[in-house]
């Protein structure tokens, strides 16, 4: 239980899209946060859906661009990216957790191995 797997990463020109997938064993249960972090720059939050509930939360230099959402059928949580700009490009971690302050590493006790995302200009 609390497994999760990314896939969807790549690379893409400026302006283009992409969409990453959490696969999470064990159902997901779980409030689910995407952070990412760029070589030299701390890990940082970009988005999380609540359980239970269709609540979201997005970090500001993604919100109208990115997309998360729930699929508790398949137990995947995605990740939607348009209009992707060079500052995007960060290896993305899927996780799961139930603590408080959703935005905070510290609230996710589940993390995935990552997956590189490259956004070319």
């Known amino acids: 239980q609390g497994q999760l797997v990314e896939s969807g990463g790549g690379l893409v020109q400026a302006g283009g899209s992409l969409r990453l997938s959490c696969a999470a064993s064990?159902?997901?249960?779980?409030?689910m946060g995407w952070f990412r972090q760029s070589p030299g720059k701390e890990r940082e939050f970009v988005a999380a859906?609540?359980?239970?509930?269709?609540?979201?939360y997005y970090a500001d230099s993604v919100k109208g661009r990115f997309t998360i959402s729930r699929d508790n059928t398949k137990n995947t949580v995605n990740l939607q990216m348009n209009s992707l700009q060079p500052e995007d490009t960060a290896v993305y971690y899927c996780?799961?957790?139930?603590?408080?302050?959703?935005?905070?590493?510290?609230?996710?006790?589940?993390w995935g191995q990552g997956t590189q995302d490259t956004v070319s200009s």
């Open positions: 064990g159902g997901i249960y779980y409030n």
């Open positions: 996780a799961a957790g139930n603590e408080a302050n959703i935005t905070t590493i510290r609230a996710y006790r589940y």
């Open positions: 859906a609540i359980r239970w509930s269709t609540d979201t």
